[in-house]
């Protein structure tokens, strides 16, 4: 169905949110009282990119669907992180491994010698969200920016159920490109611009979420935007929300005869509804390639004409893959709820946003649809399903990681055994260093971004593929499927998650998100003795490590043949489903450090025993993993 722009918030947890497949009928079963606030944005910005200024005007409904008074609300202003001297610049000059893209190296590369980016911004070339007036329901309202937030203390509280209505007047500045948005980045884009207008914080049943803008990772409230966009007029704009007036635009998104407005200026009108977020990009050198896919959305794309020949032709290979992976991810996760998606070269890194992304266009073209597939699945992770990133950044950049590696693997038609095992590899050796920090550490306090991105993407990712070993793989397909059913457009938590792969099941599952993602604790088993006795072998395996896992074995015999045994593990209070021919034994109870069985065979018959064969589960030490008998 197409969404129908003012609907209330209680309608949209009514009805069915994609097309032709039912969803977010009820509140999730594991929570009756569920609640979500809701945000109406109508803004009216005027760009000039001569100064890279921006003025704005911004109409802000919101709904206070919590059962709480609200005295305050907090609004992001996500541009002052760009500022000398900002958390974001104090956190670059800190971290003993800051982003490459962020700072100048003056030293070499074995002695570096970081320079903050940020520090080194003039005037002119900082960002900045200034707020001129703000009123509540027509009055003036007490407001104080701090760092990247804006406190507002209210006229009138609002009470649980009620609507209160925000207009703001502001004046903003582009900065430099550092980190995601900014003007004229190294490949040239003009204007990328995300994170860029005031965005109400969330507020949720943990309360508010006003978090500063140090590094990464985003948290917003639903709602409808109307987004007026007035600009030079020989500017291709491409973002989030759907053009209401394309043939008084033109660009390529006309749908009949041109009749361009007048003057030297065109305003861009565009409606987004139940989206979290509002980014666009625009240059004066986009190509705009408009491809339709059948029975979804139009995805459009959108890449500088002056970038070289093979770059180009590259923007063109990219394209029948984007419709491959649209088609995987709705196969495997659930339907995309929108109309439209576009792909468009933002010029620094890769960044998922509401019904589009923002990335490189010059690199290679294995890199381009690589980040293409990561961003794309954010699109159910981080936009559809939207957890708290900050605090749980791993369900976010994990599972899609994980979403990415498999359609990746799936649409070259590699079809390896184990798409994730250099995953293992970097959790692994994160693992045995000293600097791994748990899945639970807020995204901005991990003491190196490389225990950040090893935590999140890889740890996060792995996650899943070896939750595909505990409860099986079809468990696991039926659990994200239904997983996106019941949650979407609900900020669901690990919890959340955990429990939908419970029910999917039926095993006892907690143990696995405790362990696995709220402490350091590390997987090691090991084949510790075989010992022949008659006509059988005995043999005893050892648990080392602290975190609790079943166990797949695989006994090779020296005539060649093989059978597959599985231990599982005594607190899941059941097994995964397994093929006829594994031999299921008796369960492991996890405070035991050893277990005992028997084969029926003479030790001389036996060649190798191994622990998890095809490698996944996450052993930080594989070596003890196999047993080479005779
Ligand atoms: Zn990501």
């Not at 239904?482 to 690990?494: G, L, M, S, T, V």
Request: proline share 5%; with cysteine; hydrophobic share 35%.
């Amino acid at each position: 169905m197409k969404i129908i722009f003012s609907l209330s918030l209680s309608f949209f947890l009514l009805m069915p949110l994609t097309k032709g497949h039912s969803q977010n009928e009820t509140p999730p079963s594991s929570n009756p009282h569920y609640w979500q606030q809701h945000v109406d944005y109508t803004m009216e910005i005027d760009m000039d990119v001569e100064t890279y200024k921006y003025t704005g005007t911004q109409k802000l409904v919101y709904t206070n669907n919590s059962p709480d008074v609200l005295n305050r609300v907090y609004y992001h202003l996500y541009p002052n992180a760009f500022q000398p001297d900002s958390e974001m610049d104090a956190r670059l000059k800190s971290i003993p491994d800051p982003d490459g893209r962020m700072v100048n190296n003056l030293g070499t590369r074995a002695e570096p010698n970081y320079e903050s980016r940020i520090s080194k911004l003039g005037p002119d070339e900082i960002g900045y969200i200034k707020v001129n007036s703000l009123t509540q329901d027509g009055k003036n309202v007490n407001h104080e920016t701090e760092g990247t937030i804006l406190i507002v203390t209210l006229n009138k509280p609002i009470q649980p159920g009620e609507k209160t209505t925000f207009d703001m007047v502001f004046d903003a500045q582009v900065p430099v490109q550092i980190r995601r948005s900014g003007r004229n980045n190294k490949e040239g884009v003009a204007l990328s611009m995300a994170q860029w207008y005031p965005k109400l914080a969330e507020y949720d049943d943990e309360g508010w979420h006003a978090h500063p803008y140090i590094a990464r990772e985003f948290y917003g409230v639903w709602g409808d935007f109307d987004v007026k966009i007035t600009i030079d007029k020989n500017y291709t704009i491409g973002g989030t929300g759907y053009l209401q007036n394309p043939n008084e635009i033109g660009h390529g998104y006309e749908t009949g005869t041109v009749k361009k407005q007048k003057g030297k200026t065109l305003t861009w009108h565009f409606k987004a509804p139940n989206v979290h977020d509002f980014t666009w990009a625009a240059d004066p050198e986009y190509i705009h390639d408009k491809v339709q896919i059948e029975n979804g959305p139009m995805l459009h794309f959108l890449y500088k004409k002056t970038m070289p020949a093979e770059k180009l032709e590259n923007w063109k290979i990219l394209q029948p893959v984007t419709e491959q992976l649209m088609d995987y991810f709705n196969t495997h996760i659930g339907d995309y709820p929108y109309d439209q998606y576009s792909v468009i070269q933002g010029g620094d890194g890769g960044m998922e946003y509401g019904m589009c992304t923002l990335i490189v266009g010059e690199g290679t073209i294995s890199g381009l649809i690589s980040v293409t597939a990561h961003e794309l699945a954010h699109s159910w992770f981080q936009f559809v399903l939207a957890s708290n990133e900050n605090k749980h950044s791993w369900v976010d950049e994990g599972f899609t990681s994980y979403i990415q590696d498999r359609a990746l693997d799936a649409i070259s038609e590699t079809n390896s055994d184990n798409p994730f095992a250099g995953s293992y590899r970097s959790y692994i050796a994160m693992a045995n260093s000293d600097r791994e920090q748990p899945l639970t550490t807020h995204a901005d306090r991990f003491a190196y971004n490389r225990a950040f991105s090893v935590a999140s993407y890889v740890k996060g990712a792995l996650f899943l593929s070896q939750l595909g070993y505990i409860m099986g793989e079809d468990n696991l397909n039926k659990t994200l499927k239904q997983y996106y059913k019941e949650w979407a457009f609900k900020h669901p938590k690990p919890m959340d998650f955990i429990r939908v792969a419970e029910k999917v099941s039926g095993l006892e599952l907690d143990w696995y998100l405790t362990d696995w993602a709220q402490t350091t604790n590390t997987i090691d088993y090991a084949i510790k003795n075989v010992e022949s006795e008659d006509h059988k072998t005995t043999v005893t395996l050892e648990r080392i490590g602290l975190m609790p896992m079943p166990l797949d074995l695989e006994i090779t015999y020296t005539d060649g043949s093989k059978s597959a045994y599985h231990i599982p593990l005594r607190m899941t209070r059941g097994a995964k489903p397994t093929p006829d021919s594994t031999t299921v034994l008796s369960n492991w109870a996890w405070a035991y450090p050893t277990y005992t069985f028997d084969i029926d065979k003479k030790k001389s018959a036996i060649a190798t025993i191994t622990i998890d064969p095809r490698g996944y589960m996450a052993d930080v030490n594989r070596e003890n993993n196999e047993f080479k008998v005779n």
